[in-house]
């Protein structure tokens, strides 16, 4: 006997709708992407049970001739292209001619369609990969599919499926996928019975992911676009301020085709350098037009994958249409023309030649004389303040009104010298604070990793950049990042706390709306998120209504949290695992903490400071950063060649 055997007919269907039909999402793909190679304006996808059970499909395209019905339902059978050379020249989202064959393989299946051309339509119904009967209907131009018992001749298959949820939301993804990539479709998702996307379709990308993703991401967008040697890259990114978490909201497209593409993604980033906080992705919806045949699109039946002829001219075209957005983005606003006279007029005033005796030339240095004579203790108290400019006054002509500025007389040499003197005498210490007039440090300070004297009092000097709390301590001085510091304060009571996290039913629930991908991450882990203290219920349309939040958390901005859970959850595969919730507190630390170039008042610093000296295991915040650095006397006393 042969070891090598020809497959049966059934099982080879069986093997190609395997890699075609994976779940409903990959149904509802195959048969909108046919629809819109017909030409179809408008189209409506309709599911039950996540799609398992029920999907159609309905178009106004071009429609089925009769005679090519017994045709469509045979693999490899297309009219999208003819021969080889047609391969590398694809236009079309389809051309295998495998899914409706794969489709029927796996379910039952009812087609309805008409051309423009015919009278009468076509009714057919296909089962486990035979037609089972071919009919005259009536029914308007166009094509409507129906697709029953998804894999109800393979239960095998139908164990790997999600819950009915999950299914309904990949199948929703998808579509918002197609949507995006072509907005000149109207296209209608009905699901359990319930419109939740429906897009104009007037080729309008703004307009369409704002149908998409709703209002909050849509005006976050700008536009973006650049061309170069047949190549161009055109379509929305996201504005600095509006990264994310995740890369979850990048959608590239090449010729009108979702595609997965590192080339593009690392050129979009490489743009946005310098712009966003390391560890956050910016958003985009970007369609990349070149030839098709720079183009390879045949390289899995999926056609995610695809293969450029040159990565660079792909690469370029991404990243500088993101650059100039960026740069436009940028650019200070132009004055108009009488807006800089009047500033002419107004420099004129001040300007040192000005021929009025009653007033005095100012001469302004970036870096002062530091031997000058001149008390500048002594004379800041009597130079007006000039930090908060008012704008200039005009008459009611439209001209500027005379303005004068009368400075006080300039010190004498006897005064200058007076104030140097007393400068030198008494030195300003208003801002040096001895932390024991307070509270005494512990003896163990954990801010340095070598051993500090326990009994050498701490001082308080002051703050450096509004950002590093300056202590001394012994023979060194210590650097506190008063941020670092905070966090991780924060972030150790958080973790303390969250076995007991209390759940506080809200008095007015809020409703928070969310991006497809991380709604979809909400709601199908909402059993687990209750354990947690958070009440979520499934408000459709991509909101979700919280009705309890942990009373730890009562201080935070439920909207963040919220955004902030469901990106940790797409970055951890949708599972609420503990490093889903240390990121949630990570995230909540950082946010409340005291920020970099704040002003701290004396009593806020010695606080945080005696926070830190009760926790002296903590040496570095949740994100690996060093809390505390140590300059010593010896390192100070050789830079001033002291020793």
Do not use: W
Not at 288 to 316: C, G, Q, S, W
Not at 368 to 375: E, M, N, R
Not at 491 to 505: N, P, S
């Amino acid at each position: 006997m042969n070891r090598i055997q020809v497959l049966p007919k059934q099982v080879a269907e069986l093997i190609a709708a395997g890699e075609v039909v994976e779940r409903p999402a990959s149904v509802v793909k195959e048969l909108v992407e046919n629809s819109i190679d017909a030409g179809a304006s408008s189209v409506t996808v309709e599911i039950q049970n996540g799609g398992v059970s029920y999907i159609r499909v309905t178009d106004d395209g071009c429609g089925i001739l009769r005679e090519d019905v017994h045709n469509a339902f045979v693999s490899h059978a297309t009219s999208k292209i003819k021969g080889e050379d047609d391969l590398y020249n694809i236009g079309t989202l389809g051309f295998r001619g495998e899914a409706l064959a794969s489709i029927a393989a796996v379910a039952r299946v009812s087609l309805l369609t008409r051309t423009a051309e015919e009278l009468a339509g076509t009714s057919v119904q296909a089962e486990g990969g035979q037609i089972l009967s071919v009919e005259d209907a009536g029914c308007p131009v166009g094509t409507t599919i129906i697709v029953r018992d998804l894999f109800y001749n393979t239960p095998a298959r139908m164990k790997f499926l999600k819950k009915d949820v999950s299914e309904a939301n990949a199948v929703a993804a998808c579509l918002d996928r197609i949507a995006l990539s072509h907005p000149e479709v109207s296209l209608r998702f009905i699901r359990e019975q319930k419109t939740t996307l429906h897009t104009s379709g007037d080729n309008n990308l703004l307009s369409c992911a704002y149908g998409v993703f709703g209002r909050d991401f849509a005006k976050g967008l700008i536009e973006a676009s650049y061309e170069s040697d047949g190549v161009s890259a055109g379509g929305l990114i996201s504005k600095p301020e509006e990264s994310r978490a995740t890369r979850g909201m990048q959608y590239f497209f090449v010729n009108g085709r979702f595609v997965r593409t590192r080339t593009a993604m690392a050129a979009l980033e490489e743009a946005f350098k310098g712009s966003i906080t390391v560890g956050k992705f910016p958003s985009c919806i970007l369609n990349i037009t070149m030839p098709y045949h720079l183009v390879d699109v045949n390289v899995h039946p999926a056609k995610v994958e695809v293969r450029f002829v040159n990565e660079r001219l792909v690469f370029d075209a991404v990243y500088f249409a993101a650059k100039n957005a960026l740069a436009a983005l940028n650019e200070p606003p132009k004055l108009q023309a009488k807006a800089v006279q009047h500033m002419a007029s107004v420099q004129q005033m001040f300007h040192p030649q000005m021929d009025k005796p009653e007033q005095q030339r100012i001469t302004v240095q970036k870096q002062p004389d530091a031997f000058s004579t001149v008390s500048s203790v002594q004379y800041r108290e009597t130079l007006p303040q000039f930090r908060d400019v008012s704008p200039p006054l005009y008459s009611s002509r439209g001209k500027p009104a005379e303005i004068t500025v009368s400075l006080p007389p300039r010190p004498t040499v006897q005064q200058n010298e007076e104030a140097m003197a007393q400068m030198v005498k008494e030195p300003e210490t208003a801002q040096i604070y001895t932390l024991t007039a307070e509270k005494t440090l512990p003896e163990k300070l954990p801010i340095v990793q070598r051993q500090i004297e326990p009994d050498s009092p701490a001082k308080l000097i002051g703050e450096a950049f509004d950002t590093y709390i300056l202590l001394q301590k012994g023979e060194d001085i210590l650097v506190v990042d008063k941020h670092a510091a905070h966090e991780r304060i924060l972030y150790e009571r958080l973790r303390a706390q969250h076995k007991q996290l209390t759940a506080q039913t809200l008095l007015t629930p809020v409703t928070v709306t969310l991006p497809k991908e991380e709604y979809a991450a909400i709601t199908e882990s909402l059993e687990r998120l209750a354990e947690l203290g958070f009440a979520f219920e499934d408000f459709g349309t991509g909101s979700i209504l919280v009705r309890e939040f942990p009373l730890e958390l009562a201080k935070e901005d439920i909207h963040a949290v919220v955004e902030e859970l469901a990106e940790s959850l797409i970055k951890n595969k949708r599972s609420v695992t503990p490093h889903v919730i240390d990121e949630l507190f990570h995230s909540i630390a950082c946010r409340s903490a005291i920020k970099a170039h704040d002003k701290s008042d004396t009593k806020e610093l010695l606080e945080l400071i005696e926070l830190l000296a009760e926790n002296n295991e903590l040496k570095h915040c949740p994100h690996g950063r060093p809390i505390v650095a140590a300059i010593e006397k010896k390192e100070l006393e050789k830079r001033f060649g002291r020793v």
